[in-house]
């Protein structure tokens, strides 16, 4: 079975912390992304990588950045964590060509900053 | 670039009956589409998947959905609701060229009475 793992369901931190936020897949999928869920917004995508080390902006990089230094795994970096940035944050991944579109996705972590 | 239109914010369906969300599609040749599912506290769960041939796509749990493209849709459906048909229904569009992101629409909330 497919998996997509998340290193926390809750999450509280306090305004100004850097916050890490790890995500790691077992299906060897080269694509991995970082989108944030809103009320009435839906998904929004952060950052996606296709690739070890490659990184691309998604819809709303501003405040983000992200790190992926081995295949599996992929991590969402909050340099200094705002009130704004409470949301619950979900990761996927997907496979490269065929399904490529397919996105496998994570049980998501609820951040809360306080 | 692509963008997705879900018109219903919340539909409420009583158990039994038959059920319909909608999904309108913007994308200059034939997209990639699909259905996602949130059960509350979970990520999301591919429901069914359009990438070529015949319109009429099956799905799991019972669902359904036809992508017309004369009218820029893609509609889910499901003839009798279960209570476990609760959750949210997010629909999402894919470039058949150029990257392997998704974008997603502001999703659709389904209650379900006895």
């Known amino acids: 079975d497919v998996k997509v793992t998340q290193s926390s369901r809750y999450l509280v931190k306090r305004t100004g912390e850097k916050v890490f936020l790890e995500c790691v897949q077992d299906m060897d999928h080269e694509n991995m992304f970082w989108y944030r869920q809103d009320p009435g917004l839906g998904l929004r995508l952060i950052y996606f990588?296709?690739?070890?080390?490659?990184?691309e902006k998604g819809d709303i990089p501003e405040g983000y950045s992200v790190s992926r230094e081995k295949k599996e795994r992929f991590s969402l970096i909050l340099e200094s964590a705002s009130t704004n940035q409470t949301s619950m944050y979900l990761c996927?991944?997907?496979?490269?060509?065929?399904?490529?579109?397919?996105?496998?996705f994570g049980p998501g972590t609820r951040l809360t900053v306080t | 670039a692509q963008s997705v239109t879900q018109p219903d914010i919340h539909i409420t369906v009583s158990e039994g009956a038959s059920l319909e969300l909608r999904c309108n599609y913007s994308y200059g040749a034939t997209p990639y589409l699909f259905w996602y599912v949130q059960s509350p506290g979970q990520g999301l769960q591919l429901l069914l998947k359009?990438?070529?041939?015949?319109?009429l796509v099956q799905g799991i749990k019972g669902f359904e959905a036809e992508f017309k493209r004369s009218q820029s849709s893609f509609n889910l459906r499901k003839p009798s609701v279960h209570w476990s048909d609760a959750a949210e229904y997010f629909c999402a569009v894919g470039a058949s060229f150029g990257n392997e992101k998704l974008t997603f629409g502001t999703g659709t909330r389904l209650t379900i009475i006895p």
């Open positions: 990588s296709y690739d070890v080390k490659m990184k």
């Open positions: 996927a991944s997907s496979t490269r060509g065929g399904s490529s579109y397919e996105q496998y």
């Open positions: 359009y990438f070529s041939g015949d319109t």
